[in-house]
C-alpha cells in the first residue's frame, strides 16, 4: 500500500512520480460517529471510550473532538470516522461496523444503512 496524501500533493503541483503506484484490491467503508442534537445543536465534553487500535484493516479518523484532562472529548457535530477495509464492499461494511461496536460516548449518533 501507498500512503495516498504523499500522491495527492504530487499530483497537485505536478511532480507525480513517473511509474505504477502501489493500490491496495477491495473495498473500504467508512462509518460517522456524530454527537446527539447534530446537524443542529451538538452536546460537547462527552467522553470517547473503546476506541480499537488501527490495524491493517481498520482506522479511526477524529474530526470533532479533542483531548483534555479526562481524556479524548468530543468537540464537533461529526465526532470521529471509523474506516475498514474488506475484499468485497460487504466485508468492508461488516468491518466497519464491528469496530464501531465498542466505541461508546453519551449521545453517540451513527447511521445503520452506510453501503446500502
Given at each position: 500500500?501507498?500512503?495516498?496524501?504523499?500522491?495527492?500533493?504530487a499530483?497537485?503541483?505536478?511532480?507525480?512520480?513517473?511509474?505504477?503506484?502501489?493500490?491496495?484490491?477491495?473495498?473500504?467503508?467508512?462509518?460517522?460517529?456524530?454527537s446527539?442534537?447534530?446537524?443542529?445543536?451538538?452536546?460537547?465534553?462527552?467522553?470517547?471510550?473503546?476506541?480499537?487500535?488501527?490495524?491493517?484493516?481498520?482506522?479511526?479518523?477524529?474530526?470533532?473532538?479533542?483531548?483534555?484532562?479526562?481524556?479524548?472529548?468530543?468537540?464537533?457535530?461529526?465526532?470521529?470516522?471509523?474506516?475498514?477495509?474488506?475484499?468485497?464492499?460487504?466485508?468492508?461494511?461488516?468491518?466497519?461496523?464491528?469496530?464501531?461496536?465498542?466505541?461508546?460516548?453519551?449521545?453517540?449518533?451513527?447511521?445503520?444503512?452506510?453501503?446500502?
Amino acid at each position: 500500500n501507498e500512503d495516498i496524501v504523499p500522491i495527492m500533493l504530487a499530483s497537485a503541483i505536478g511532480t507525480l512520480p513517473d511509474r505504477e503506484l502501489l493500490w491496495r484490491s477491495g473495498a473500504a467503508c467508512c462509518v460517522v460517529m456524530v454527537s446527539g442534537g447534530y446537524p443542529g445543536p451538538i452536546n460537547k465534553g462527552m467522553v470517547i471510550q473503546g476506541v480499537p487500535d488501527a490495524t491493517n484493516d481498520a482506522v479511526v479518523f477524529f474530526a470533532g473532538a479533542k483531548k483534555n484532562d479526562t481524556g479524548v472529548v468530543t468537540s464537533g457535530g461529526r465526532v470521529l470516522g471509523v474506516t475498514a477495509h474488506g475484499d468485497s464492499l460487504e466485508q468492508a461494511i461488516s468491518n466497519a461496523y464491528t469496530k464501531l461496536e465498542p466505541v461508546n460516548f453519551e449521545t453517540a449518533q451513527w447511521r445503520k444503512d452506510i453501503g446500502q
